[in-house]
């Protein structure tokens, strides 16, 4: 029963995600048109995540450790556990930014005409196109806009997860572009929209975000790449096990809590 009661629920959410962009498909036209509209764009993706995720009980707490400028430019890195973590990071950037993701997204017809402009598809196994994705997300910094990749690549399926290896290149153009670094911690989207191989589902539930401070770049070279990577994911690695500790006591209680009564 259960499991029927969460492929419901994600069958309502991807149902409204869709009714929302279809919606507001004129506007996410008109505004993809032209990188200075971008901004505005953006705007009208946080609606369109924002919605659906409100309506199907899935809300979000963000914490952060430091404010970040409102114009600051930045390349955000968080773990990456779930579909959600997509509309989560859209809730959290900056006015102006865009992803890069894996080349497979363009064929889904919410994510297709952001691949197609704002955001910078790549194939993973290709250096090729590695190349040409960080020199396009090069040039798009250099512009005022921050950049949001997923370190780790891909999800990998492991429940519950663990934080995987880090790729180098986000650390790198960081430290080229000589902007900081935003490591974020998503703790338990995993928990709230899932695929384990075996159960693909949803359900209600608060997403607890960690928005760390930012790890500065300046004077660092490419060098130190390896460095500020291994930075970084102990950042993350450090709040996700500070997290699930925290759960397993949060268990414990409430099971001794029981006991007793």
């Known amino acids: 029963m259960e499991t029927i009661l969460r492929k419901l629920h994600l069958y309502y959410y991807f149902t409204l995600t869709a009714i929302v962009f279809y919606l507001l498909y004129p506007f996410f036209y008109y505004y993809s048109r032209k990188p200075e509209r971008y ?82 598809p790549v194939k993973r196994e290709s250096k090729i196109s590695s190349y040409r994705a960080f020199k396009k997300a090069a040039a798009n910094i250099a512009n005022g806009m921050s950049l949001i990749i997923f370190p780790e690549g891909r999800i990998l399926d492991r429940y519950p997860p663990k934080l995987h290896h880090f790729k180098n290149g986000a650390f790198r153009l960081a430290i080229e572009q000589q902007i900081p670094i935003i490591p974020v911690t998503i703790a338990n989207a995993w928990q709230v929209f899932f695929d384990d191989g075996k159960l693909f589902g949803s359900r209600p539930g608060v997403i607890d975000i960690f928005v760390h401070q930012p790890i500065e770049t300046a004077g660092l070279t490419v060098e130190d790449d390896e460095l500020l990577k291994n930075k970084v994911y102990q950042v993350i690695n450090s709040k996700l096990n500070e997290y699930e500790d925290r759960q397993k006591r949060s268990r414990k209680d409430s099971t001794l809590s029981t006991a007793r009564r």
């Open 39 to 120: 901004p505005i764009l953006n705007f009208f993706r946080k609606i369109n995540v924002a919605l659906p995720l409100l309506l199907s009980g899935m809300f979000w707490k963000i914490r952060v450790e430091k404010p970040l400028g409102k114009n600051g430019i930045y390349v955000f890195c968080p773990n990456h556990t779930s579909f959600l973590d997509i509309p989560i990071m859209l809730l959290l950037g900056n006015g102006n930014h865009h992803f890069m993701g894996k080349e497979e997204l363009k064929g889904n017809p919410v994510f297709k005409l952001f691949f197609e402009t704002i955001d910078i």
